[in-house]
């Protein structure tokens, strides 16, 4: 290397010679392979030299470019491999969260294992219960996954947090798995009724709600939400047929 490591005794200062010629070849030269060498070998040292965790934060930089580096020419195993190790030594929770959704993400787009992916959502949440970043991406993957009862609780927690239009699409979502997926009328039926006044404005929400409640058996409080929505057709001035279709319903429910 013409560095002049190799003639150094074990130690710290080899080490840190070791890591500035990897920084050397990464940023200064653009020999990214010459680069990961000089990392690689400086990681070897602190394990087979063991520091004790004197020099956390020196191996948290020397993996940061790692897994940039390893990143860059596509070695997506190494990636990992590097932030696991990452993971294992820090200590702030903000940074390790990072290192979660990073590997969540290889693991889901660029080594296509959703289980995995996955996982490491699913330890995001651990950290932080309300995660939307990690909600979300989970959302996609059990449902591609058809992980049907991990979903609905997502979405339950999702729904939870929400407000405003997020919220009065997620509940709908929810209802819909609980009823034609795990096929559970009287829990979908409770989850819109968390709309309230808003389960009945939607045409398609109050028409699953009304189903549920008659899957359920709750006849009559199917028929009072109709003439719920009835009203709030009158009041908006809808079409008299769309009024009238919904009165019939109704009386035909008593």
Same mark, same amino acid.
């Given at each position: 290397?013409?560095s002049?490591?190799?003639?150094?005794?074990?130690?710290t200062?080899?080490?840190?010679?070791?890591l500035?010629?990897g920084?050397?070849?990464?940023?200064?030269?653009?020999?990214?392979?010459?680069?990961?060498?000089?990392?690689?070998r400086?990681?070897?040292e602190?394990?087979?030299f063991?520091?004790?965790?004197?020099e956390a934060?020196?191996?948290?930089?020397?993996?940061a470019?790692?897994?940039?580096?390893?990143?860059?020419?596509?070695r997506?195993?190494?990636?990992?491999?590097a932030?696991a190790?990452?993971l294992?030594?820090?200590?702030?929770?903000?940074?390790?969260r990072?290192?979660?959704?990073?590997?969540?993400?290889?693991?889901?787009?660029?080594l296509?294992?959703?289980a995995?992916?996955?996982?490491?959502?699913?330890?995001?949440?651990?950290?932080?219960?309300?995660?939307?970043?990690?909600?979300?991406? /989970?959302?996609?993957?059990?449902?591609?996954?058809?992980?049907w009862?991990?979903?609905?609780d997502v979405?339950?927690? %999702?729904?939870?947090?929400?407000?405003g239009?997020?919220?009065?699409?997620?509940?709908?979502r929810?209802?819909?798995?609980?009823?034609?997926?795990?096929?559970?009328?009287?829990?979908?039926?409770?989850?819109?009724?968390?709309?309230?006044?808003d389960?009945?404005?939607?045409a398609?929400?109050?028409?699953?709600?009304?189903?549920?409640?008659?899957?359920?058996?709750?006849?009559?409080?199917?028929? %009072?939400?109709?003439?719920?929505?009835?009203? /709030?057709?009158?009041?908006?001035?809808?079409?008299?047929?769309?009024?009238?279709d919904?009165?019939?319903?109704?009386?035909?429910? %008593?």
């Amino acid at each position: 290397t013409g560095s002049g490591d190799e003639a150094l005794p074990p130690g710290t200062e080899r080490r840190l010679r070791i890591l500035e010629l990897g920084g050397l070849y990464e940023k200064r030269l653009e020999r990214p392979y010459e680069a990961i060498d000089a990392y690689e070998r400086f990681l070897a040292e602190v394990d087979e030299f063991d520091t004790g965790g004197d020099e956390a934060p020196v191996q948290l930089d020397a993996l940061a470019a790692l897994c940039e580096l390893y990143g860059r020419v596509e070695r997506w195993p190494k990636v990992v491999d590097a932030l696991a190790r990452a993971l294992d030594l820090e200590r702030d929770l903000a940074k390790k969260r990072e290192l979660r959704l990073r590997l969540a993400g290889i693991y889901e787009r660029e080594l296509g294992q959703p289980a995995t992916a996955i996982e490491h959502y699913e330890a995001v949440l651990g950290l932080a219960g309300d995660d939307e970043q990690a909600l979300a991406a /989970l959302e996609r993957l059990l449902e591609s996954q058809g992980r049907w009862e991990d979903l609905e609780d997502v979405l339950a927690r %999702r729904s939870r947090k929400a407000a405003g239009e997020a919220r009065i699409e997620l509940v709908p979502r929810r209802a819909r798995i609980l009823e034609e997926k795990l096929g559970n009328p009287d829990a979908a039926a409770s989850a819109l009724r968390e709309l309230g006044a808003d389960a009945v404005v939607d045409a398609e929400g109050a028409a699953s709600l009304v189903r549920n409640l008659r899957r359920a058996g709750l006849v009559h409080e199917a028929a %009072r939400l109709l003439a719920q929505r009835a009203e /709030l057709l009158e009041q908006r001035q809808a079409p008299a047929t769309e009024i009238v279709d919904v009165w019939l319903e109704a009386a035909r429910l %008593r």
